[in-house]
């Protein structure tokens, strides 16, 4: 019994949506692409890579408090259970890494990571020289 009352409220569902009328003088949806006005089919030539700065090489911060940017690729795994960033930047292993240790500020009071920051791409950027300008930036000091 159940297995028909399943295939019938099964076929009701079906048989309730194929009824629909298009409106015949619909006017079409225009939408707007950050690709530009191509078409699907145009072939677009490859972007240009992102060049990071030589090591060593760091861009001053801007403004009091500005997280540090970050100087490579930032594409590491990063969750409450594993955070990529901390194989390099752990202050137990920074020195012998060559890099920089996280602030004391994202610690426990026992010196531990503090699990609160795990996700460090939300203040810290790569500083990449990025050929191609995603978005408008009229943004002055």
Not at 20 to 47: F, H
Not at 49 to 67: D, K, L, N
Not at 83 to 108: E, I, Q
Request: with cysteine; hydrophobic share 35%.
């Amino acid at each position: 019994m159940k297995k028909i009352l399943t295939i019938a409220a099964a076929m009701l569902a079906i048989s309730a949506c194929s009824g629909q009328n298009i409106e015949p003088n619909a006017t079409p949806v225009k939408v707007a692409s950050l690709a530009g006005n191509s078409p699907i089919t145009d072939v677009r030539p490859a972007e240009e890579v992102s060049v990071y700065p030589s090591r060593g090489t760091a861009i001053e911060r801007t403004f009091a408090h500005q997280p540090p940017l970050v100087p490579h690729r930032t594409t590491y795994a990063l969750s409450t259970k594993k955070n990529g960033c901390l194989t390099c930047h752990d202050p137990k292993k920074a020195k012998r890494m060559k890099a920089t240790a996280v602030d004391v500020s994202h610690l426990k009071a026992d010196g531990s990571f503090n699990n609160e920051y795990y996700f460090c791409d939300q203040c810290h950027v790569a500083q990449a020289d990025n050929k191609q300008a995603i978005i408008e930036n009229a943004f002055t000091k």
